[in-house]
């Protein structure tokens, strides 16, 4: 039996690798395994709480943000603080651009690859990629003109023999089904979203002073002061410019991410029938659009909170903090059982690499593989994301969700079955960037509203000195980063941070096996697979990529003791 | 030693007029071209007349070939790079560089990918930009790429280097992974490699200003940009924060904000006593700021973190706390004056290879490089 590796699997972040037994053609198992570890969970213990959101920001770049909103609702939540309603509005407008511009980069420049053959593009006529761009979206960047210079820049590149980031992939393999024009088309909108996603995210900078990476994040609400009558603060002409750039983003989503997707998902139809996984899908649900009075009670959230199990989407199962469980049995880590699952706040946990020195040409994938826990949910495995909130939201009659998911499958000719695939992935993933983007002008105009009441409270200020905190405290925070459901685990004990653990959206999807040998969403979603070419294994990267992997935040604490330190000079 | 880069003639294939003909062929005027110049030599600080020669050896070079290493990382400096506005990120990847290896963009994946890493070092001359701290501890199992450890990886892609690019504090002093406890033995770049130039670009992230000014600098003069003692080109990281802040008058009439929204920080008056650590932080962000400009963390009403600076992750923190004494006020001072004697206190762990004989390293380098 042959077992094909993928390491590293690029386009993602951080580092993955994929090991498969292919038998007859097709994947029989499938084994995810995350291959680096920081221990960012260890650093941070004993620490000042108000410190922790900048840490755990570090987690991610690419899902900047998210690790910090989530950090200070775990320390608001611990210590029974409830922010303003404009830093509530502030962080739902942060998340909101970080979710939108998020999304189109994955898609143009982590996943559209799988889909899309640059070479092909060479071959194709600019005035019949004018006619198809026409035929889709009233986009202006569509004349024949403008594509035979996109044509002719590529075919520029090509001709230098430089091919740089584009060089030895999988051009020309059987299973890219686009015609010539729709991969120019898509080339031309790769370039295009690249020059937009720098843009658009200049809204960070406005309310976060930079991206990646932002500054204003409080415990207690944020830092970015709100001053009509200020040039220090946030006032009518920073809004102005919010608004602005937020058109700009709205519109590219219509006009150009969402026509794109519907125009490429004809000629990949099967691939609603591939890669459907577990079946099983958590959302904590995000953007309170009321006060938050603790994580356990979010208020009125307008991506709801939920479960769906064994794809039933007529009921939505209530979401319970304390159902949340880690394995470690096929983790290099041990706990006194490493049968049994911890909850996070029990989070007693011990490194134990076991895997093969490196170099290695393979895993054990019979033992520990990997340095991400498996996370469960009532002990069951289930999957996080944009098609888990799509299928919460929807399940829950969320009224945007609905129209468009509908619009979407109509417009495919499929039904609701469709969702559950590496198809359904990515075309949800679209659907909620559409949803959120529809969004950010509406609750950029209600922050402006409800600062011309008069209220400048961007911060509770009650409980920052660490005098006013109790001797002891624990809590919870949650997040939907765009990968999926993230919590923050804390405990404070006299001011400082006694143990703090993080379970990560990538967490959930990559996660290995645990005791019982269920596989995670990854591996689930893998099996069964057909693979045309052993040496060029396309269908894996589709799949996987269509979950949008974040291996930086997936990797959990490690806390070595009594190991021998070696130190290396490389040169 | 490895074939060295050589900045005017460059690989066949690749055309004959460089990157000046190449970007003609994609439409760019050479008025354009002489327009970007113009910024970079802003970037760099150097005199008008030397904008010529910045275009000069630009339109001559071919697109060195680039092998981006991205260890215990978390993509940010990456995503920092996508921000690039003057060239843009499009541009710089299309028309500048040759970027033959980056996990996070590159198509290929795998076998494949590796196989087009390996090429690249094998024709030997090419620029390793290194993100991400890399683990030693326990023999470097914490990181692991295409089942080898990081520290492997690192030791054949800077073998034959033109030099390296640490960017971020993570690549350039071991940032994150290496804060106290340090749980798996996370270095910096300089710690590992000292046969090939290396320049620290610190930051949480890196600014992308800075990225494409020192590669410009590289290309121009064909030689590494002054650096001062931790290893930092002097034209970004050689002024305090404190000394060009937009609030420093505040500072010096004593307008100090004293709780989060209250009139002084609705003013923006100074953050000092909010725990700004501007006083004891060497970086351009105040006047080059971020995302083409936008704005900076103080200007968004946070105190500096005091991200460029080594071991900042221990020696910052507590974050809010109000620095104990700030320095003087000299806006001549450079780190190698000032900063060091406050930072190398907190930050022993990498003081050992700093100071003193990196300026003279440096200068031993280009002779070597020259060969």
């Known amino acids: ?571 | 030693m490895a074939k060295r880069w050589n900045f005017t003639s460059g690989p066949e294939g690749v055309g004959e007029g460089g990157v000046l003909e190449a970007l003609q062929r994609k439409g760019i005027s050479r008025r354009e071209f002489l327009k970007f110049c113009a910024i970079i030599g802003a970037a760099l600080a150097v005199p008008v007349e030397g904008v010529g020669k910045i275009a000069e050896a630009l339109a001559s070079v071919k697109r060195p070939p680039v092998i981006w290493l991205e260890f215990q990382d978390c993509a940010g400096c990456t995503e920092s790079f996508l921000r690039a506005s003057r060239p843009t990120v499009a541009e710089i990847v299309l028309d500048l560089l040759s970027v033959d290896y980056h996990e996070t963009i590159m198509a290929a994946a795998g076998k494949q990918a590796e196989e087009a890493k390996e090429a690249t070092i094998k024709e030997g001359g090419h620029i390793v930009i290194v993100e991400g701290s890399i683990p030693t501890k326990e023999d470097g199992i914490y990181c692991c790429i295409g089942g080898r450890t990081a520290v492997e990886i690192l030791k054949e892609a800077t073998r034959g280097a033109a030099a390296v690019i640490a960017v971020g504090t993570c690549a350039a002093y071991g940032g994150l992974a290496s804060a106290k406890p340090n749980p798996t033995g996370a270095v910096g770049v300089r710690d590992l490699v000292n046969n090939v130039p290396v320049i620290n670009l610190p930051g949480c992230p890196v600014n992308v200003v800075n990225i494409t000014a020192t590669v410009v600098h590289y290309l121009t003069y064909k030689s590494l940009p002054e650096l001062d003692a931790w290893g930092r080109p002097l034209f970004a990281y050689g002024k305090r924060i404190h000394d060009n802040c937009e609030r420093r008058a505040h500072f010096d009439a004593g307008q100090f904000v004293e709780s989060w929204g209250d009139e002084g920080h609705r003013k923006g008056w100074c953050l000092y006593l909010m725990g700004c650590k501007g006083p004891e932080t060497y970086s351009n962000c105040p006047t080059v700021r971020w995302n083409e400009g936008t704005n900076w963390p103080v200007g968004a009403g946070h105190g500096c973190v005091g991200c460029t600076q080594p071991g900042f992750w221990d020696a910052m923190t507590p974050f809010y706390r109000r620095l104990p004494k700030v320095p003087g006020f000299s806006v001549e001072s450079t780190a190698d004056d000032v900063g060091l004697g406050l930072t190398a206190v907190a930050a022993v762990g990498v003081a050992a290879h700093a100071a003193g004989s990196v300026l003279r390293r440096k200068s031993e380098k280009i002779e070597e490089s020259k060969e």
């Open chain 1, 1 to 571: 039996m042959a077992k094909i590796v993928i390491d590293p699997l690029t386009r993602i972040e951080g580092h993955l690798r994929i090991e498969a037994e292919v038998s007859g053609g097709k994947i029989t198992e499938a084994w995810s395994s995350g291959t680096m570890f920081r221990g960012v969970e260890t650093i941070l213990k004993g620490r000042d709480p108000r410190d922790a959101w900048v840490f755990t920001q570090r987690i991610c770049g690419v899902c900047t943000t998210v690790h910090a909103i989530c950090s200070v609702r775990a320390v608001e939540d611990a210590l029974g603080i409830q922010v303003p309603p404009n830093a509530r509005m502030i962080r739902n407008i942060l998340e909101a651009i970080q979710y939108v511009q998020d999304h189109v980069i994955h898609f143009y420049h982590l996943h559209a690859l799988d889909w899309v053959d640059i070479v092909s593009a060479l071959d194709a006529d600019p005035a019949k990629t004018s006619q198809l761009a026409q035929s889709i979206s009233d986009w202006p960047k569509s004349s024949a003109t403008y594509f035979k210079g996109i044509k002719e820049r590529v075919a520029a590149f090509v001709k230098t023999g430089q091919l740089g980031p584009f060089g030895n992939a999988y051009w020309g393999h059987p299973a890219y089904k686009l015609p010539p024009e729709a991969n120019l088309m898509a080339v031309a909108h790769y370039l295009e979203a690249l020059e937009w996603q720098r843009e658009v995210i200049k809204a960070h900078a406005i309310l976060g002073g930079k991206n990646p990476h932002l500054q204003t994040y409080l415990v207690g609400g944020m830092s970015c002061p709100v001053d009509p009558n200020s040039q220090a603060g946030l006032n009518a002409d920073s809004i102005a410019f919010l608004k602005e750039l937020f058109t700009k983003a709205r519109e590219f989503v219509e006009k150009v991410y969402l026509p794109d997707v519907l125009a490429v998902a004809p000629f990949y139809l099967d691939w609603a029938g591939i890669g459907e996984g577990l079946g099983n899908f958590l959302s904590f649900g995000d953007f309170p659009l009321t006060d938050t009075r603790s994580s356990d009670n979010p208020g009125n959230l307008f991506l709801p909170r939920g479960v769906i199990l064994n794809r039933d989407l007529s009921t939505v199962h209530p979401v319970d903090q304390k159902a949340v469980t880690e394995y470690v049995t096929h983790s290099w880590y041990s706990y006194e059982d490493d049968k049994k699952p911890k909850h996070p706040w029990q989070g007693e946990t011990r490194p134990n690499y076991t895997g093969p020195k490196p170099p290695y040409q393979y895993l054990n994938t019979a033992e520990k593989y990997s340095w991400l826990k498996a996370p469960r949910y009532n002990d069951q495995p289930v999957e996080v994301g944009p098609l888990a909130r799509m299928l919460v939201a929807y399940a829950a009659g969320h009224e945007r969700v609905k129209y468009w998911v509908d619009a979407a499958l109509a417009k495919l000719g499929a039904g609701p079955e469709a969702l559950f695939s590496t198809l359904g992935r990515t075309a949800a993933r679209c659907i909620e960037t559409v949803v959120i983007a529809e969004q950010l002008i509406p609750w950029t105009d209600e922050l402006a509203a409800n600062i011309g009441k008069g209220d400048l409270r961007v911060h509770e200020q009650k409980h920052w000195d660490p005098s006013a905190w109790p001797a002891e405290a624990e809590g919870w925070g949650w997040t939907e980063a765009p990968r999926g459901a993230l919590g923050h685990w804390i405990r404070i004990k006299s001011g400082k941070i006694e143990n703090y653990q993080c379970i990560v959206p990538t967490t959930w999807n990559a996660s290995p096996r645990d005791a019982n040998g269920r596989p995670g969403a990854y591996e689930a979603s893998l099996a069964g697979t057909e693979v045309a070419d052993p040496e060029k294994p396309l269908e894996i990267l589709r799949t996987i990529h269509s979950f949008d992997p974040c291996i930086a935040c997936a990797v959990h604490l490690v806390e070595p003791r009594g190991r021998k330190f070696k130190s290396f000079r490389v040169c």
